[in-house]
């Protein structure tokens, strides 16, 4: 079974662009969560979907948003970009539903590195 | 927010040892205490996890210890390897939004050596 991906890979941008992410959950997983690793702030929770429901957000501004499509892929959207957003954005898929400690645990992808100069 | 301290940042063990990383949280109820292990390059994969009814919990090398009034909770690696060099987070469910939604510790970066 394929495990989660993210692309792209690496990503360069400038201040003040936008720019969107995309995460394919591993098969049949119905949440996806991201969250931003940095060497100062660690890793930090975005915001997690469930059947294409916001359920959970972190301390981020309305700057960072998202989306879960009905086949269970994500995108992150981060706009007006700053240089503190360089970071490792990371997304993480889980089969969710029953609330069992197995069906919560998380898959993480690789991450999207993100650099914005 | 609930806060999840974790020391050491860093540690250097010699191959054969004994590794310890311990996780400190804030008077919160929690179902759960993962440790997640990442590669660089690599995203972060569930080590082991415990519930709070059980004191300790063993997999393979890997062990977590449970204090609940003392509020810790702390991995042990048996026999260290330096394929176990990588760095680990404690984490803990941020309040009452489930297992999907963790906070991490800072991290420690362990290096075993040969």
């Known amino acids: 079974k394929a495990g989660v991906t993210q692309t792209p890979r690496y990503l360069i941008k400038t201040r003040g662009q936008q720019v969107t992410l995309s995460c394919s959950p591993i098969s049949g997983h119905r949440s996806v969560s991201w969250y931003q690793q940095t060497p100062g702030q660690g890793l930090q929770f975005l915001f997690e979907y469930f059947s294409e429901t916001q359920r959970n957000k972190g301390n981020f501004p309305g700057r960072f948003s998202g989306r879960q499509f009905s086949n269970s892929r994500s995108e992150m959207n981060v706009s007006t970009l700053e240089l503190g957003d360089s970071a490792l954005y990371l997304c993480?898929?889980?089969?969710?539903?029953?609330?069992?400690?197995?069906?919560?645990?998380?898959?993480f992808g690789s991450g999207t590195q993100l650099s914005v100069l | 927010q609930q806060q999840v301290k974790q020391s050491p940042q860093s540690l250097i063990v010699q191959k054969g040892g004994i590794s310890i990383i311990n996780c400190a949280y804030e008077?919160?109820?929690?179902?759960?205490f993962p440790w997640y292990q990442q590669f660089p390059g690599k995203g972060p994969a569930l080590l082991i996890a415990i519930r709070p009814d059980v004191s300790e919990k063993k997999e393979g090398r890997f062990t977590i210890s449970f204090n609940k009034s003392a509020k810790q909770f702390s991995l042990h690696i048996m026999d260290s390897q330096p394929g176990d060099s990588a760095t680990y987070f404690c984490?803990?469910?941020?309040?009452?939004?489930?297992?999907?939604?963790?906070?991490f510790g800072s991290g420690t970066r362990l290096q075993v050596q040969p």
């Open positions: 993480a898929s889980s089969l969710a539903g029953t609330g069992s400690a197995t069906n919560e645990k998380l898959f």
């Open positions: 984490a803990l469910p941020r309040g009452d939004t489930g297992r999907r939604a963790l906070t």
């Open positions: 008077n919160t109820a929690f179902d759960y």
